[in-house]
């Protein structure tokens, strides 16, 4: 099968969270040529952090036979709150940063423009400008993940409120006598249906001497659980893991339910890591419990499904945001450019 | 005192909730002339209802010395899903009203247009317009009255959603094992700090043999409690109604924290009748939990205040409903009939 060729200029798409850095380079079309992931080790701080993006970045670029001076620009998406417009991190508690002038940083190193978003904001505009053809005016993204964060688009736009950072669903609370959350409260959605709220509640199952298949998968001391190990778990017949994965979802069926009843959206995606893994034993669950709980109406005509672009949706959001925010900057400088020649 | 002389044209705003029904008649530019009140009487059917809302609204106009030929329109916000542009209401727990056409019977027996909204929408039409001098861009209304709703304004504009139906704050989950609400979820927002929430919490406690100064204001078995008698009883130093209505209250801080994580509002207003009665008692609590909850960064430099226009935001916003939406549909009938004759 021959696949049809890419077309310049090119955009690299990162992914920045608190356990790996994705790459993505992408042609003027947004088609994925190349991928490459390297580990965050969070731990060595914010300069060791950032050559770790240069090297996933230069090795992303190798792999696909380009040079650094063939891509146009540079999106990424960070966890936490973020100043788009100055490129900086503002906080992100999974890294353990405040105030990173990211874009900056990588685009004085790279000699290139580098926009910087939240990073669940970028996977949401990813999702809705590659993978959402009807184009609806008001959508929501739940990403659970080693986290969980949310991208809203009202009236076809990103919405990120008036603080620049709505969308911070994760930390809804929806169980006020609930389990402790990273952020101080307790019973967040985070706390409750994350990929840690998951391994932390299965870890502690074990210890208090419930038996697993994920022994036999992992060993004894169930070490760099992932996902996808949930679900081998699950086909095995773990009936620990099935009722502890059923119940993260209920949460966020529940989690579905407040927001669509708050927002009324049009279509409602699932992404990240652990729907990428679970999608299958978590979204009728999940469906399920939002439409028992939501208000009559609220998901009347609703769509509720999982991303298709997965765990790509945040390279993906990054590129868009590379090739917007480029054209954007252009047309402005055009037209200062053109308005100063008029004057 | 000479009060400023009123101008024709008048509009009429009706506030129809579960328990009473309030007309004000306003001149052209919204001043209040004049307000009726009687009681809804729900248990008496749509018909009987409608028949109260007429003698209503009969009742305010002579009070103001005017004829009904003189008002030019009549705006009313209805608990529940409406859908607007019928003017029917879907849906209304409270009344137990489904696939009512209201609008249109009142217009029936009126001969004047009539036009519906949500009443908590159309509250916060009336506060967004005739209070909030700033016109933030985005601004979140609570309303807290025998039940709870909400009323959105994203980019200076009313938002509905999708389904005609966003805003139904009340229906947000925040303690999944909390007490049944009347939607059949547990631990809704409405079931924790509604002004029924708040009297079955008062009467439960006083049922387990709980001392209250209630029974001196109100007698023996406190029938007919109103949110004022709270406040007068914790004036006389009622700790039982001191503990319940601060609970009530850090439920609502809570739900504000909610809903500033995800909307990003830049104003949040509180309103209803329970605001209205017990804002000194409430809101320092409301805000100290709000700000304690929320994420760094969604309240920073967000107001949170009550309403001053109170219980007369649902007539007013009724009133700027009636104006506007007269207002739109003769620009539209003037266009068509300009088009018409181009044509």
């Known amino acids: 099968m021959q696949s049809t060729p890419t077309k310049p200029p090119f955009y690299l798409g990162i992914d920045l969270g608190g356990t ?20 965050t080790k969070a731990s060595r701080g914010p300069s060791g952090v950032l ?7 230069e090795d992303a670029i190798d792999e696909c036979d380009l040079k650094m001076n063939q891509i146009s620009a540079i999106g990424i998406g960070a966890p936490g709150s973020v100043n788009s417009g100055k490129g900086v991190v503002n906080f992100a508690p999974n890294l353990g940063w405040r105030g990173i002038p990211l874009a900056g940083n990588l685009s004085k190193k790279l000699n290139a423009p580098v926009f910087l978003g939240n990073d669940c904001s970028v996977s ?12 609806p005016a008001n959508a929501l993204g ?18 990120r409120g008036f603080t620049g950072c709505a969308g911070e669903i994760g930390h809804m609370v929806i169980d ?38 994920l022994h036999e998968i992992l060993g ?13 778990a699950i086909r095995r017949g773990d009936r620990l893991v099935n009722r502890l994965v059923r119940e993260a979802a209920e949460a966020i069926g529940l989690a579905v339910s407040n927001l669509a009843n708050v927002l009324g959206p049009e279509v409602v995606i699932l992404g990240g890591g652990v729907i990428e893994a679970l999608e299958h034993e978590m979204l009728p669950t999940i469906i399920r419990t939002a439409r028992k709980h ?35 900057h252009r047309s402005k400088a055009h037209n200062t450019l053109h308005s100063s020649g008029n004057a």
């Open 220 to 232: 004894r001391d169930l070490k760099d659980m992932r996902s996808g190990d949930l679900r081998k």
């Open 176 to 213: 006020r006598s609930g389990p402790l959350c990273g952020c101080g409260n307790r019973g967040c959605f985070e706390a409750l249906a994350s990929r840690n709220a998951l391994f932390n509640s299965i870890r502690k199952a074990v210890e208090q001497g419930k038996k697993t298949q």
């Open 294 to 328: 939501a208000m009559p109406g609220a998901l009347t005509g609703v769509e509720i499904k999982a991303s298709v672009l997965g765990d790509h949706a945040g390279i993906t959001g990054a590129a868009y945001l590379a090739r917007a925010e480029l054209q954007a």
């Open 51 to 57: 050559g770790r993006i240069l090297r996933c970045i």
């Open 124 to 135: 949401m505009l990813g999702v809705y400008h590659v993978e959402l053809k009807s184009k």
């Open 20 to 39: 790996k850095i994705l790459a993505g380079v992408f042609d003027s079309q947004l088609k994925l040529i190349g991928t490459y992931k390297v580990s």
């Open 142 to 159: 739940l990403f659970i993940g080693t986290g969980i964060g949310g991208g809203l688009v009202i009236g076809g736009e990103p919405y």
